[in-house]
């Protein structure tokens, strides 16, 4: 299978060199890498031009996004910059974070799920950050959840589900369609991507409001976002997120803002994250 990865960048010098290394190790190569050089301040620029004048699938691309340096919307927005200077001539497309280091079998495993079930539309491994010098499973998410540093997704499913949203909220958004469309989901336990920079490490109060608004866009309405709120903040160990993603929501409603979805599309969100509760507790 040929695939390409698009990696939407943001001062990343202290980290963006091991990952460019991690997927020039695979042992299955991709057919491209795109560095989505966003605004950077700092040498992720002359880091990333380094690896392309030595390996000609990786390519660079300087672009710059809205200014606020919000979680959604300015990575898709980069992500998309990057997907605009490639062909569709692949058979699985990844959008990968800079801040990552895969192990030396990942996109050959990727791709032989892939393989194995032609109804299989994503596929991705789990985060591990260190801690006490221990690289521990990141916890932040259900086991059937592929995180949206590592995504991969099939072109037909790809495509089907219309890309990537560029709004907090699209790496649920985009799995919740998957369903909708009947496409698999898969997680692989064995492929642990190391996660170098925590989850939300560069977060302020408008991005923890900015996932209340996420849930209110997903279509999850109030209750199903008070459990999810609670859940995350609990995972988080900082229940007074809780309050912030309730604010976020109702602020949400309260402006009418549009949902990332239809309604018929909403509804079987809904009727699925309440399925999926109800199996957890009977």
Avoid at 168 to 186: H, I, P, Q
Wanted: net charge positive; aromatic share 14%; with cysteine.
């Amino acid at each position: 299978m040929k695939y390409y990865i698009i990696i939407p960048t943001y001062n990343e010098e202290k980290f963006i060199s091991l990952t460019l290394q991690s997927l020039v190790e695979q042992s299955f190569l991709p057919s491209k890498v795109v560095v989505v050089n966003d605004g950077s301040t700092d040498k992720t620029e002359e880091i990333t031009q380094s690896f392309t004048e030595k390996y000609s699938f990786i390519s660079l691309v300087n672009a710059t996004s809205e200014a606020i340096h919000l979680p959604g919307s300015k990575v898709i927005q980069a992500f998309q910059k990057g997907l605009e200077t490639v062909d569709d001539n692949y058979d699985f497309i990844v959008k990968a974070d800079a801040d990552l280091i895969f192990p030396p079998n990942y996109f050959e495993t990727i791709s032989k799920h892939f393989q194995s079930d032609e109804q299989i539309g994503m596929v991705g491994g789990f985060a591990y950050i260190q801690k006490n010098n221990e690289w521990i499973l990141e916890n932040l998410t259900d086991k059937d959840h592929i995180r949206g540093a590592f995504k991969a997704y099939r072109k037909a499913c790809f495509e089907q589900i219309g890309g990537l949203k560029p709004a907090m909220g699209w790496d649920t958004v985009d799995e919740l369609l998957c369903k909708f469309y009947n496409w698999k989901v898969v997680t692989d336990e064995t492929l642990k991507v190391k996660h170098l920079k925590p989850t939300g490490a560069n977060y302020n109060q408008a991005s923890r409001f900015k996932q209340g608004e996420a849930f209110y866009s997903l279509g999850y309405g109030f209750w199903i976002t008070t459990i999810a709120s609670l859940k995350l903040a609990l995972l988080k160990k900082k229940p007074f997120l809780f309050f912030d993603y309730l604010q976020g929501f109702w602020k949400a409603k309260i402006a009418k803002k549009p949902l990332l979805v239809t309604p018929k599309q909403a509804k079987f969100i809904r009727k699925y994250r309440w399925k999926k509760m109800k199996s957890k507790v009977f």
